[in-house]
C-alpha cells in the first residue's frame, strides 16, 4: 500500500520478452497487485511473465487469443481493474521505459485527492530535447497542441506520455469499451476524462530511452491517424459537454469560427483565380476575405478562451 491506498499496476505488453522481466522485478514493494495484458505476444514475454509469477505475489496475467493493439489492452486491463478493490491504478508499459522512481510523484496527487487522473510529462525537463529521438520530440509536441484542444486540458503537455495513475472514481466513469484500441488512446482517454469534469494533474518524469525498447509505431502515421481522431473527439466533446450536458455558448463561437474559415478559404480562391485571368486583384474580394479571415481568428480564440475558462477549475 502507499500511503494507505491499495495500488494496482496494469501493464500492457506485445512482444517485449527481453524488458518485460527488469519492470517487474524493479516495480516498488507498496505495489500490492500487477495485471500484466499480454497481446499475442509471439517472443517470449509470456515465459518472461511466468517466470516473474514464481518470485513475486500477485501478479495476474491475462493473455489476448488475439492483437487488439495498445488500446485493446488498456480496454482489457482497465476493466478486469474495475472488479478489484483498489484506490489507485497505474499504466506502466512493459517497454522498461517508465522508471519506477517517478512513481511516488505520480501517486501523490491522486492520493492526497488533488487530481483524479496523473499523467507523466516527460517535456518539463531540458534533457527531453537531448534524449528523445527528434522526429517523436517534435510529433509529440505537436500532437499534444492538438489535445489541448480538442481535449480541453490547456495545462496538459506530453498527451502521448501512457505513465498514469487514475483513482477509482474517474476509473468506474469512463466507458472502456468506446476506447480508442491504437495509439492515440492517451488522448482519447483525456477527452472523456474532460466530458465527465475529472480534474488532470501533470507530473514531471525522467524520460526513458535506448534500454533496449523496439516500438511498432511510425510517426508519420500516426500523426495523421491521431489527428483525424483528435478531430472527431473534439466535435464529440463539444456535442457532450457543451450541448447535451451542460449548454455553453462557445459552441456558437466554435461554429462561427468554422464558418467564416470556410468563407475566408473560398474567397481567397476566388480571389487568386481572378487575379491569374485578369491580372488584377478584385478588392472587393480581397477585403471580404480579409473580414471573414479576422472574424474566423476572433471566433475561434474567444471560443478557445471559453473553454479554457470553463475547464481552468479542473487543474
Known amino acids: 500500500m502507499y500511503k494507505g491506498k491499495k495500488i494496482l499496476v496494469v501493464i500492457p505488453a506485445h512482444n517485449e520478452g527481453t524488458q518485460i522481466r527488469r519492470v517487474i522485478e524493479t516495480m516498488p514493494d507498496f505495489v500490492d497487485q500487477i495485471i500484466i495484458v499480454d497481446d499475442k505476444s509471439t517472443d517470449n514475454t509470456v515465459e518472461m511473465i511466468k517466470v516473474c509469477q514464481k518470485t513475486r505475489s500477485g501478479i495476474t496475467l491475462i493473455e489476448h487469443a488475439v492483437n487488439k493493439g495498445a488500446g485493446g489492452a488498456m480496454v482489457t486491463a482497465y476493466n478486469f481493474a474495475k472488479t478489484l478493490d483498489v484506490e489507485v491504478t497505474v499504466r506502466m508499459d512493459g517497454d522498461g521505459q517508465m522508471s519506477p522512481d517517478d512513481l511516488p510523484n505520480l501517486l501523490d496527487p491522486v492520493v492526497e485527492d488533488r487530481a483524479d487522473y496523473a499523467k507523466g510529462n516527460r517535456l518539463f525537463t531540458g534533457e527531453a530535447y537531448q534524449k528523445i529521438p527528434k522526429i517523436r520530440y517534435f510529433g509529440n509536441a505537436f500532437l499534444s497542441l492538438f489535445t489541448k484542444i480538442?481535449?480541453?486540458?490547456?495545462?496538459?503537455?506530453?498527451?502521448?506520455?501512457?505513465?498514469?495513475?487514475?483513482?477509482?472514481?474517474?476509473?468506474?466513469?469512463?466507458?472502456?469499451?468506446?476506447?480508442?484500441?491504437?495509439?492515440?488512446?492517451?488522448?482519447?482517454?483525456?477527452?472523456?476524462?474532460?466530458?465527465?469534469?475529472?480534474?488532470?494533474?501533470?507530473?514531471?518524469?525522467?524520460?526513458?530511452?535506448?534500454?533496449?525498447?523496439?516500438?511498432?509505431?511510425?510517426?508519420?502515421?500516426?500523426?495523421?491517424?491521431?489527428?483525424?481522431?483528435?478531430?472527431?473527439?473534439?466535435?464529440?466533446?463539444?456535442?457532450?459537454?457543451?450541448?447535451?450536458?451542460?449548454?455553453?455558448?462557445?459552441?456558437?463561437?466554435?461554429?462561427?469560427?468554422?464558418?467564416?474559415?470556410?468563407?475566408?478559404?473560398?474567397?481567397?480562391?476566388?480571389?487568386?483565380?481572378?487575379?491569374?485571368?485578369?491580372?488584377?486583384?478584385?478588392?472587393?474580394?480581397?477585403?471580404?476575405?480579409?473580414?471573414?479571415?479576422?472574424?474566423?481568428?476572433?471566433?475561434?480564440?474567444?471560443?478557445?478562451?471559453?473553454d479554457m475558462e470553463a475547464n481552468k477549475e479542473l487543474k
Open 150 to 306: 480538442a481535449s480541453g486540458y490547456w495545462h496538459v503537455a506530453d498527451s502521448q506520455s501512457g505513465y498514469t495513475a487514475i483513482n477509482k472514481k474517474a476509473l468506474h466513469l469512463i466507458d472502456w469499451d468506446q476506447l480508442y484500441t491504437w495509439y492515440g488512446h492517451p488522448n482519447d482517454i483525456l477527452v472523456r476524462l474532460n466530458v465527465h469534469n475529472l480534474r488532470v494533474k501533470d507530473v514531471p518524469v525522467a524520460p526513458v530511452y535506448n534500454v533496449g525498447e523496439k516500438s511498432g509505431m511510425s510517426i508519420k502515421k500516426a500523426i495523421f491517424k491521431i489527428g483525424w481522431l483528435l478531430v472527431k473527439m473534439f466535435f464529440w466533446r463539444m456535442k457532450e459537454k457543451y450541448i447535451i450536458r451542460d449548454f455553453h455558448p462557445l459552441v456558437f463561437f466554435y461554429a462561427l469560427g468554422g464558418f467564416f474559415s470556410v468563407i475566408a478559404v473560398l474567397l481567397s480562391i476566388r480571389l487568386f483565380v481572378f487575379w491569374g485571368i485578369t491580372g488584377h486583384i478584385p478588392s472587393i474580394n480581397a477585403l471580404a476575405a480579409m473580414f471573414s479571415f479576422i472574424s474566423a481568428s476572433q471566433f475561434t480564440l474567444f471560443a478557445m478562451w471559453f
